[in-house]
């Protein structure tokens, strides 16, 4: 029985790989750092700026679009994984710095934590489009190529539901400025698994470097890989949308509805934490299987899952108060499962039908529109919740990805996935 589970269980079988498996604990703590990190600088920045601290998430999002536009001018003729080495140490670097600030001073500056902030953005806007380069050449099984990718999503979904109970755990006994120290050490883990994987795997062949250009020529090329094949196109012009939506409803939405109907931080935390526990089942599901002959059933089926949840968080806030926090945990929990079906699928095809040389630029455009659209949502939403009320803004978002899910089935249904792969 056992062994039938794990032939059923793929998303594991990378492991077998050494790089792979470097990598993924590498990336693990890497994420684990991440989310404490997370949590660590909202306590700490609501005490250095109190309500304005939430300006800090537009911050990131700028700082992210802006970079993920501007670097791969450069990066791009960078060997990939030293790149992603540089991203680590500089990240390392800047919390490090922070740290010892604090212990100095007795306390963080805003500058301090505005720094510490555009470091980390510019360095994943670094680190994750040389992953999706580096990723497919470590997997030497082709058909691999999705259990590798859920695993990796699988890694960052865990960490989401990890990091808060450590925090919990390490709060009474670990001094809030250790909890970066934390986040540094798991940035020069990842660095250090890097380093390791270089002399472990050489790969057969690299990658023409793409030619010289502006940095405007690097995002126009960036759009013309992905525009090339109709899933992606179609995914690209939707991102903004669906990234900018989904944040505002989990992140702004709910806790407003939520507060409303009396529940506090408790209940928000258990609507989170049953989406991040579906969220991981569906990731190791689908990471587990093949990608399908026709994937945009599966990719805009999830976008029409996400859009069903959303219109049920909505309903649900006009329940009595008592039925709010099941109903929304519910939901949560049926809309989780749309994220690993387009994420995993989609990633798969970057990997596969992107030239490698364009790997990197085509995801760094995929990034910057999934940060303008939390940018433009984190100034709009707000105030259509001022004009409107919170339960037509939610409704509103779910309409948002039903219509996306619907038009991708219309617009590709009849669409064939070629044969051979456009790889070179």
Known sequence: MIRNMGKRLRIFHPLRSAPVALLWGGLSLSALGDQIYAIALTWIAVGVFGSNAGY??????????????????WTDRWDQRRGMIGADLARAAVLIGVVVAWLVSAGPSAT????????LA????????????????????????????????????????????LVALFAGVLPLVHFLTLDALSF??????????????????????????????????????????????????????????????????????LAHHGVGLSGYGLVISTYGCSNLAATIVFGSRPTPVRPQFQIFGGNLLGGAAMVLLALGSLLPSNLVLPAFAAAAFLGAIGGPMQDIP??????TRLRRSDIAA???????????????????????ITLFGVTPVVVACGAAYLAIGTGGLVMLAAWVEPERPQVA
């Open 362 to 384: 085509g995801m760094r455009v995929h990034m910057a529109a999934a940060s303008g659209g939390i940018l433009v949502a984190m100034l709009l939403v707000p105030q259509a």
């Open 56 to 73: 800090l998430s537009a911050l990131q999002a700028l700082v992210t679009l802006i970079a993920v536009l501007g670097v791969g001018r």
């Open 346 to 351: 989609v990633a798969v095809l970057r990997q």
């Open 188 to 257: 020069l883990a990842s660095a250090v698994a890097l380093g390791v994987i270089g002399r472990l795997h050489r790969p057969a062949s690299v990658a023409e470097p793409p030619p010289r250009g502006s940095i405007w020529q690097g995002i126009v090329r960036g759009c013309e890989a992905l525009a090339a094949h109709p899933v992606l196109r179609f995914i690209l012009a939707a991102t903004g949308v669906l990234n900018g939506t989904w944040y505002a409803v989990y992140f702004l939405c709910v806790p407003l509805m």
């Open 112 to 119: 301090q934590l505005v720094v510490a902030i555009v470091v």
């Open 122 to 165: 510019a360095g994943q806007a670094v680190f994750r489009p040389a992953l999706q380069t580096v990723l497919p050449s470590l997997v030497t099984e082709r058909d691999l190529l999705p259990a590798a990718n859920g695993l990796l999503d699988a890694t960052d979904r865990s960490a989401r539901l990890l990091g808060p109970g």
